[in-house]
């Protein structure tokens, strides 16, 4: 062997073995598992009966509204909804614009082109006939389909008229297909494409039903399919098996205990990086059951797990969207936070009040639009913690959610006894709040009852809003659920 070759395989042996190391968590045939994460409906449908109706601001649009809420009708009655023209929640349709077309289209564009051809003969003097071919600018014809669509989806409470909902859908199609051009290499034709629409009319009847289908979603809800992998080392092969069934809950026990030896940084990141995935499909199956503390819980488990794979492995591309991926998954608990305290809210407002001997009014002992004096910075460290979560939670905080978040302030180095009145007091807060929120509600709603606010009420508006110590953000959310004019 010369020393050129010596060299060569030097090398080689070099690349192999660090692609061994690459594909040591993963695998050449990587184990791909999918859960679902439920998204929950844009607003609440009390008794699940909606009226539904749908007009066109286009005298050309009012065959596609009729034909949109049709279909709506249809998909709510599979769905266990009931169209009613009494339902308390209003659903209206406005068809803005709905275009399509459906023409042919010529380019000039650069065309692998049949020239000619010429014979070839092999080793044995066998001759075969070989395709010439160029490319060339040559003259082409397309076949092309359009077609757009908007419509304003507005959902209100048909009692107040408050609006709880609005949204536009813009659902588009595009496709086109080469039909026409000069004669190309490799026998490739010209024809229209499998599937493409080449009407006008089917082009938006395809549309609405788009449209039909999203609007469920915002009634309904929907699940979205979360495809991710696992890391595949031995020793998490078996909790795999259970994750791959569907059984995440004891995944995550397996590879808790699996046996990884102790300076295997990879293996530890991988199981790591397992652990975190478990946790973030049982936050999902926690959501879609709508236990959203337990939910929160795994969320933060995961985010825990997953910082310690990417910092015992930073260098893993399987690891770096993992906390990017987790904000989205906290946006669809806040969503499902959010719809829990509309329904509940709604639920409260349709029960018969029993008469109630008067109350003293809840006071608090701390500011409401600001924070106390005087506190050490762990304490108002804390304290800004505790009011995140429970203004998250978006209902009165439970004894349990309570005993949670005072154990929490041993993180910040908070005694126990100071972090539960530290935790009562935001508690209590957000209730008066809240009890503010309504009371600002009350008055908005007597003086939007002609559908304008003048200036005098507004300047009673902002003097209440001062008197309640309501933050904008709050007062913004009020007012958006009426409609009315400035």
């Known amino acids: 062997m010369n020393r050129r070759e010596a060299a060569l395989l030097l090398v080689l042996g070099c690349l192999v073995v660090p692609a061994a190391q690459l594909l040591a968590k993963f695998g050449i045939s990587k184990t791909r598992v999918t859960f679902l994460m439920h998204h929950p409906p844009a607003f609440v449908t009390p008794g699940r009966e909606l009226r539904v109706d749908a007009n066109s601001t286009d005298p050309r649009g009012t065959i596609w509204a009729s034909q949109l809420k049709g279909l709506l009708d249809q998909n709510l009655i599979r769905e266990n909804f009931k169209p009613t023209p009494t339902a308390p929640t209003f659903l209206q349709f406005t068809v803005n614009q709905s275009e399509a077309t459906v023409e042919n289209q010529r380019r000039v564009e650069s065309v692998n082109v049949h020239t000619g051809s010429h014979t070839e003969y092999d080793k044995k003097g066998n001759a075969r006939e070989v395709e010439d071919c160029q490319f060339q600018e040559a003259e ?11 419509v304003t989806v507005q959902v209100s409470e048909a009692k107040s008229q408050a609006v709880v909902h609005s949204q536009v859908l813009q659902p588009t199609y595009n496709a086109e297909s080469a039909i026409a051009g000069p004669t190309r290499c490799a026998g490739q034709g010209y024809g229209v494409r499998a599937g493409q ?7 938006l009847s395809s549309l609405i039903e788009q449209a039909a289908a999203n609007t469920l979603r915002l009634v309904a809800g929907y699940d979205e399919p979360r495809s991710v992998l696992l890391a595949v080392d031995g020793e998490l092969k078996p909790g795999n098996a259970q994750a791959l069934a569907g059984n995440w809950r004891q995944a995550l026990e397996t590879w808790k205990g699996a046996s990884i030896k102790e300076k295997a940084r990879d293996t530890e990141a991988a199981r790591q ?27 933060n488990d995961a985010e825990q797990s997953y910082r310690q794979a990417l910092g015992l492995d930073p260098g893993e591309k399987y690891f770096r969207d993992t906390i990017a991926r987790l904000q989205h998954d906290r946006g669809v608990l806040q969503k499902e936070q959010e719809h829990q305290f509309m329904k509940q809210a709604v639920e409260a407002a349709s029960l018969p009040q029993a008469p109630q001997a008067p109350s003293q009014p809840l006071t608090v002992d701390i500011p409401l639009d600001g924070w106390p004096e005087n506190e050490s910075p762990a304490v108002h460290s804390f304290r800004a913690y505790v009011r995140k979560r429970v203004e998250s939670q978006k209902q009165e905080p439970s004894e349990a959610f309570r005993k949670q978040l005072s154990a929490e302030g041993a993180d910040y180095e908070v005694k126990e006894g100071r972090a539960m009145q530290v935790v009562d007091s935001e508690a209590k807060r957000f209730l008066v709040l809240k009890q503010n929120l309504d009371k600002y509600r009350e008055l908005f709603s ?9 200036a005098d009420e507004r300047e009673v508006l902002m003097t ?22 400035e």
């Open 197 to 203: 629409l080449q009407s006008p009319q089917a082009i």
């Open 446 to 454: 007597e003086l939007a009852g002609d559908g304008v606010i003048s």
């Open 140 to 150: 082409m014809t397309y076949l092309v389909s359009n077609g757009s669509l908007s």
């Open 273 to 299: 990086y397992n652990l975190g995935v478990a946790h973030e499909a049982l936050a999902a199956s926690a959501m879609r059951n709508n236990v959203l503390d337990e939910a929160n819980a795994h969320l």
């Open 464 to 485: 209440r809003k001062k008197t309640l110590h309501l933050p904008d953000g709050l007062v913004k959310q009020v007012e958006a659920q009426f409609r009315f004019k």
